[in-house]
């Protein structure tokens, strides 16, 4: 599933939104401008490597990522949930709860794979976040998404609470899963990223507030 947007109605601009996915871009196409080796050396300077961390690689990791897929579908999620989440927030305290997200996620992942030599990053930590405030915010809110079904596609209207309670889950599952190997997310999915960035994001949201109209709309739930 592929969330394309909400049906919520916005008040502003999402100044942040948009300025986060034109970073992300921005250091993505600089990956690819970069031969193999000097691409190599970026991810091992830039990206969070819990066997050898730096505090600022949690930071520079979030806008960074692996491939087109992955910045693809980081985008897509952003956008879904991040402009009615900054709309809600106000930009000012949209960017902090952001970054504070994918902090928390990049240091969710270190502690419970402390010796992992495998760089992490993209900037699902921090979607995560704002994907678990939108559940407690916005849960009776409808996501227009893209669904595939083996080779065909279509797109519904499904419940943001639908959609954000089975992401949680699989994420869930798949990191307990993951406990089983001998190198926790050797490779892959940074599973515990995703799950401490959402519980952050609950957590955040709940702690900074939305601003007053939002507490009289309809589609929000506090």
Same mark, same amino acid.
């Given at each position: 599933?592929?969330?394309?947007?909400?049906?919520?109605?916005?008040?502003?601009?999402?100044?942040?939104?948009?300025?986060?996915?034109?970073?992300?871009?921005?250091?993505?196409?600089?990956?690819?401008?970069?031969?193999?080796?000097?691409?190599?050396?970026?991810?091992?300077?830039?990206?969070?490597?819990?066997?050898?961390?730096?505090?600022?690689?949690?930071?520079?990791?979030?806008?960074?990522?692996?491939?087109?897929?992955?910045?693809?579908?980081?985008?897509?999620?952003?956008?879904?949930?991040?402009?009615?989440?900054?709309?809600?927030?106000?930009?000012?305290?949209?960017?902090?709860?952001?970054?504070?997200?994918?902090?928390?996620?990049?240091?969710?992942?270190?502690?419970?794979?402390?010796?992992?030599?495998?760089?992490?990053?993209?900037?699902?930590?921090?979607?995560?976040?704002?994907?678990?405030?939108?559940?407690?915010?916005?849960?009776?809110?409808?996501?227009?998404?893209?669904?595939?079904?083996?080779?065909?596609?279509?797109?519904?209207?499904?419940?943001?609470?639908?959609?954000?309670?089975?992401?949680?889950?699989? &994420?869930?599952?798949?990191?307990?899963?993951?406990?089983?190997?001998?190198?926790?997310?050797?490779?892959?999915?940074?599973?515990?990223?995703?799950?401490?960035?959402?519980?952050?994001?609950?957590?955040?949201?709940?702690?900074?507030?939305? &601003?007053?109209?939002?507490?009289?709309?309809?589609?929000?739930?506090?």
């Amino acid at each position: 599933m592929f969330p394309i947007r909400d049906d919520q109605p916005k008040y502003s601009t999402p100044v942040v939104t948009i300025l986060i996915v034109v970073l992300n871009v921005m250091a993505f196409l600089f990956e690819l401008s970069l031969d193999d080796y000097s691409r190599n050396h970026f991810i091992m300077s830039f990206g969070l490597i819990p066997g050898r961390f730096h505090f600022s690689a949690l930071l520079t990791s979030m806008f960074m990522h692996g491939g087109w897929f992955h910045i693809i579908g980081n985008i897509m999620f952003l956008w879904a949930f991040g402009r009615t989440i900054e709309d809600a927030m106000g930009s000012e305290k949209f960017i902090v709860f952001y970054l504070l997200s994918g902090l928390a996620a990049g240091m969710t992942q270190v502690l419970l794979s402390p010796y992992s030599t495998v760089p992490v990053v993209g900037a699902s930590g921090a979607i995560a976040g704002v994907m678990g405030a939108y559940l407690v915010t916005f849960p009776r809110a409808r996501i227009h998404t893209i669904v595939f079904i083996f080779v065909f596609f279509t797109s519904l209207d499904i419940p943001a609470v639908f959609i954000l309670v089975y992401w949680f889950i699989t &994420q869930l599952f798949s990191g307990l899963g993951s406990i089983g190997y001998s190198h926790i997310s050797e490779g892959g999915t940074a599973w515990f990223a995703h799950i401490g960035g959402f519980i952050a994001g609950i957590v955040f949201i709940k702690l900074m507030g939305i &601003q007053n109209r939002f507490y009289r709309r309809g589609g929000a739930h506090w």
